[in-house]
Each structure stands twice: as C-alpha cells, then as structure tokens.
C-alpha cells in the first residue's frame, strides 16, 4: 500500500506567537530576535519583513537597514516551548505515528487514515482548524508518498498552506522547482551543479549516473532518487531520552571556584527540574569540564539510590568536580552536568525521612518556578549569578543560550 505522509510546519513560529499574545503585530513587518542596538541575530521575521529580505540568522542590525520600520521583539523561549508542547500534543491525538522534528515541525504517519477522517486531505484540514482554533497559530502541511516529498511540497505551500502530492505525482511535482528546494543540496552542491548547467531538480533527475557519481560519490544513486521523488525514509517515533544534561561556557576562562561552584549548582537544578517535569529518576551523575586549552573531561558516579534531587545531583556533582580541580589547575572554560541511567518515577515508597523532605521541598520549588519564573527561587549559592548573568523569567541567559534550557 502506498504511504500518505505529512509534513506539517508552523509558519514563521516565534513571530506568530508573539502576534497571538499582541495582536497589533498582525500583518506587519516583525522581526523576534532582541533590540536592534544589541548584537545579536534574526531568530526569525514575519513574511511581511520577509519581504524586505531579511531571513533567519541575518545579523539585526543588517535586518534594521533592509527595513528600518519593523517592529523588534524580543522573545521569550520559555513560551515558544509551551506552543511547541500543545502543538505536539495536538498532533499527537490524530496519530500515534508521529516524529517531532525540532520545535515546530513534525512528520506524521497518515497512512490507512482515510476511512476514519474521509480523506488524508480531510485529516489535514482538521489538523489545521484546530491548530488555529485552539493555538491562534498558522501552520503549512504537505502530503506525499514519503517524507522528503511532503517537506518539499508544505515548504511550497507556505503561508498557511495545505498541499497534496498525488501518489506517482512525484516526478512531475518535483521537476520544475529549483534544486535547492530538494532536502540534501545545500549551497555547495547547488554551486556544482550550476556548472553542469543543473537549475531545477528536473534537470538533476536527467543527469547521467555516471555523472552523479563523479559529484555526490556513493551518494549518487541516493540524489537520482530523491530528485524523481523516491525516498525509503521512514516516520519514527522518538525514543525515550535516556538522559539530560546542562553545560555552559563562559563568556571568560575563569578560576573563580565560587562562581564555577553557583554555576554548578544553577545546571543542577536546570537538570533536576527537568528530571522532575519528565518522572524520571536518575542513578548516575556525571560532570563535564572543559579547560582553557579545549582538553574535556567528565567523570561519572553511580549514586546509591536513584534521584531527580536538586540537592543531590549538585553533591554529587560538586564532589567530584572538587575532586577534578584538584588535579588540575588550568583556567576553566566550561562546565556541565548531567544525569543518566534514568528509570521511571518513584518505584519504592521513600522510607527515607531526608529524602521525602528534599521531596516536598522540590516540588514547592518547582510550583513556584512554574507560576513565577525560574530565578524566582534563589539558592544561596546561584545568588551569586544575579550580577554576572541576565536574568530573564525562565531563568539566567547563559552565554550558550540553547542550554540555558
Ligand atoms: N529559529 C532560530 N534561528 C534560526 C532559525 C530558526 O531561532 N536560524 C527559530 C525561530 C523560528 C523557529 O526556530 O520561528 C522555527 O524555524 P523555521 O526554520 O521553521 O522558521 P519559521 O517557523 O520562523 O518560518 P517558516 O514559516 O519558514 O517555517
Ligand atoms: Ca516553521
């Protein structure tokens, strides 16, 4: 039987949550992304700003000059997660077949699900109704016999598109677009293959193999397929994580034990919270340094009974990050925590008296982080990062952002 995928994209995600919160953004030209006196880059812009040329990762201050009366925001992470999750979920309750693909896409198994929606068109339709309905948000889905096609066709559809790729329609739907819309050329390849007067995947699918072997090697049967459309790729449901962790460098080496010490604990509780919010326990702690001169160590410890403690994950980790610093004396570039050997929740009732007080205390904590903002609760020892690091309400901006998770 012939598989239906689909391939379903927010569009433009950060800049439409922020229209859902501030609806005077709608239809303009909105850049998130920070102030446009601060370095920094474009996370992402409205299509109206688009329109100007500016593009993701383009420097705000080019995107200012390209068009001096966008609108700047921010952004706040912290709430473009929480969109990710619902939009997730949302997908979620059509089909179990169901790959996330980073914050706002995702690839869904739609085969066999005619009957129950009418059509695999009708399902989508469905999905779209009720991501606007119940997020504000416009999304694009585009439907083929495999994924490379489907990513293709709901690119093309966007804004707030819908587009099916019929079954055998492949070839022809490809054609006439150009190569670099194909997933899999990049730049480079796209450079190559102008040389060899290649312009739309059309062309590509016309090229000799012995051609396509002097250029992509290995590969070269790969390319012609997914140039006619053909693609074995399968939807895969995500694994369980099997373990999380947090790591930061610093803007400067630095010796300070006090501070590493406050970073320390901070990422332990990043990572104890995360434990936490997923029902996980975890039997081993392991910590990562990194040196002034890029040598990286980690070490690891099996703990005696497993946690999601804030408390005992900074112990454990504090212990032997001591312990490593001891023996050597470079200036530290980075640190990191994390935990592993993860097992489910709470197995046993905790007889531990000390271990259901850090209980309770925990999750009063993260009630309170969840309702106030993540630097709502300070420790004594992370009150030490206030002056150093820009605190935001889902907690301090590190200077490696993605991990300031
Ligand atoms: N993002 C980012 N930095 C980048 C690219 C993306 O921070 N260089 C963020 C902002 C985007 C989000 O990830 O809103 C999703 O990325 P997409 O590439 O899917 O882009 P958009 O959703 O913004 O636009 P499109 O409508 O093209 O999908
Ligand atoms: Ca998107």
């Known amino acids: 039987m012939a598989r239906r995928i689909m391939h379903i994209d927010l569009d433009a995600f950060f800049v439409s949550v922020e229209q859902v919160l501030n609806p005077a953004l709608k239809g303009k030209p909105v850049v998130v992304g920070g102030r446009p006196d601060r370095r920094g880059v474009v996370a992402t812009a ?33 709430r473009y997660r929480e969109a990710s999750e619902k939009f997730m979920a949302i997908l979620a309750d059509f089909s179990p077949f169901l790959e996330p693909m ?3 896409e995702a690839y869904l198994d739609a085969t066999g699900f005619e009957s129950l929606h009418g059509s695999v068109r009708q399902m989508a339709v469905k999905i779209k109704e009720r991501i606007k309905r119940e997020l504000g948000l416009p999304v694009s889905i585009g439907i083929a016999s495999n994924k490379l096609v489907a990513k293709v066709a709901s690119n093309l559809s966007k804004p707030d598109g819908l587009l099916e790729v019929p079954e055998g329609g492949e070839r022809a739907f490809l054609a006439p677009l150009p190569v670099g819309d194909l997933p899999g050329i990049g730049r480079k390849s796209e450079e190559v293959l102008k040389k060899l007067k290649v312009k739309t995947i059309g062309d590509l699918a016309n090229l000799p193999l012995g051609i396509l072997k002097q250029h992509f090697g290995i590969y070269a049967e790969t390319v012609h397929n997914h ?7 399968r939807v ?33 509780e990043r990572v104890g919270n995360d434990l936490r919010q997923k029902g996980k326990l975890a039997k081993c702690i392991a910590i990562k340094v990194r040196y002034a001169d890029f040598s990286t160590i980690s070490r690891q410890r099996t703990l005696p009974q497993p946690t999601d403690a804030d408390q005992t994950i900074f112990a454990t980790g504090l212990d032997l990050f001591k312990k490593e610093l001891s023996q050597n004396k470079q200036a530290v570039r980075l640190i990191g925590i994390g935990a592993s050997c993860l097992v489910q929740g ?14 309770k205390l925990n999750a009063a904590i993260d009630r309170i982080r969840k309702k106030h903002g993540f630097t709502a609760i300070q420790t004594g020892r992370t009150l030490l990062l206030k002056d150093i690091f820009p605190e935001r309400e889902e907690g301090y901006t590190l200077h490696t952002p993605s991990l300031s998770r």
């Not at 930061?248 to 990422?267: M, V």
């Not at 709470?346 to 209980?359: C, G, K, N, V, W």
């Open 46 to 78: 409205s299509y109206e700003a688009r329109k100007y040329g500016i593009y993701s990762g383009m420097a705000l201050a080019t995107a200012v000059r390209l068009c001096p009366q966008a609108i700047f925001v921010e952004g706040n992470f912290s």
């Open 102 to 104: 980073g914050i706002d």
């Open 346 to 359: 709470r197995q046993m009732e905790l007889l531990d008296r000390s271990a259901l007080r850090l209980e």
């Open 236 to 268: 895969e449901p995500p694994a369980e994580a099997k373990s999380t962790s947090r790591e930061t460098t610093f803007p400067r080496d630095t010796r300070d034990t006090q501070f590493l010490e406050a970073t320390l604990r901070y990422l332990s």
């Open 227 to 233: 140039a006619i459309g053909i693609a074995s790729d």
